[in-house]
């Protein structure tokens, strides 16, 4: 994985363009992240568009993992909370390209996605995943707490229900309130 480089993204044609092939790739493969099989290119590429406008204007990070030129993976870190939740962010859009499964990608990923998390002044992240083939494993392993399930929280990418499961993590245990 040494070749790896993670980066935060900014708007560009070819940025959106990779963003979008790895959404379709995900969602084709029944990653439940928000969107249903088949994901229209227009479709795709329009959130991307919106993401990282957004990210422009400082309301997230988007992170992508690169293997040389081509992007391998990406997780979002949303920034733009309600006022009384200045100390948290939220994990979003974590995926990474079944040809990358398993070599630590979305380890990294979800490692700097902390950093610029502490980095921005929030220490409590929180995220949800698919109680179906979703990456509870991952997220446990990295030292997330399951708060709960949701039962038939939304629908698959290939259709039919599954639940969410709800994750926290406090980024320094000392931290509980602000200063």
């Known amino acids: 994985m040494s070749d790896i480089q993670i980066k ?9 363009a990779m963003l979008s092939e790895i959404l379709i790739e995900t969602v ?4 439940s992240v928000s969107f249903m099989h088949p994901l229209p290119q227009t479709a795709a590429e329009a959130f991307w568009r919106d993401s ?7 309301e997230r990070i988007v992170l992508g993992a690169f293997d040389g030129e081509r992007l391998i993976g990406t997780v979002t870190l949303l920034l733009n909370l309600p006022p009384n939740q200045p100390h948290r962010a939220e994990i979003a859009k974590m995926m990474t390209r079944v040809s990358h499964r398993h070599r630590g990608i979305a380890t ?8 610029m998390a502490i980095a921005r002044g ?3 992240l929180v995220l949800d995943t698919a109680e179906d083939e979703g990456a509870a494993g991952l997220y446990e392993r990295m030292g997330f707490k ?5 039962p038939d929280y939304a629908l698959k990418p290939h259709g039919g229900l599954t639940g969410t499961l709800v994750y926290w993590k406090r980024l320094h245990e000392g931290m509980s309130a602000l200063n």
């Open 122 to 124: 929030r220490w409590l």
């Open 8 to 16: 935060a993204l900014s708007s560009s044609p070819e940025i959106c």
């Open 52 to 58: 990282l406008a957004a990210a422009g204007r400082g």
């Open 146 to 150: 399951l708060t709960g399930v949701i």
């Open 108 to 115: 990294a990923l979800l490692r700097e996605a902390e950093r």
């Open 28 to 31: 084709a493969n029944g990653g």
